[in-house]
């Protein structure tokens, strides 16, 4: 199945990219997602992340997801078809 299809909400998020380098290597569960934020709980901290700022992985996949082209609910992002390059 593919990444960008499933439903994030308790897998593990990485930071691969970043314009903010402080969030570069941030890992965390996945608590909310948004249509412009996913939320992610680090050491017991809750920390909203920018979905347009990041480039991330969920559960050690191998699958780069660019944040900017998820923008949308996740209820609508589930069903939507992408493109690969």
Excluded: C
């Excluded at 890992?27 to 901290?45: R, W």
């Excluded at 347009?52 to 609508?76: C, H, M, W, Y």
Aim: glycine share 10%.
């Amino acid at each position: 199945m593919n990444i960008y299809n499933t439903n994030w909400l308790g897998g593990n998020l990485k930071v691969i990219s970043s314009a903010d380098n402080t969030l570069v290597g941030r890992q965390g569960l996945v608590i909310d997602e948004t249509k412009k934020t996913i939320m992610m709980s680090e050491n017991g901290n809750q920390i909203i992340l920018g979905k347009a700022s990041i480039k991330f992985t969920i559960d050690d996949s191998d699958v780069v997801i660019d944040g900017a082209l998820v923008g949308q609910r996740p209820e609508n992002r589930t069903h939507r078809k992408y493109r690969m390059a």
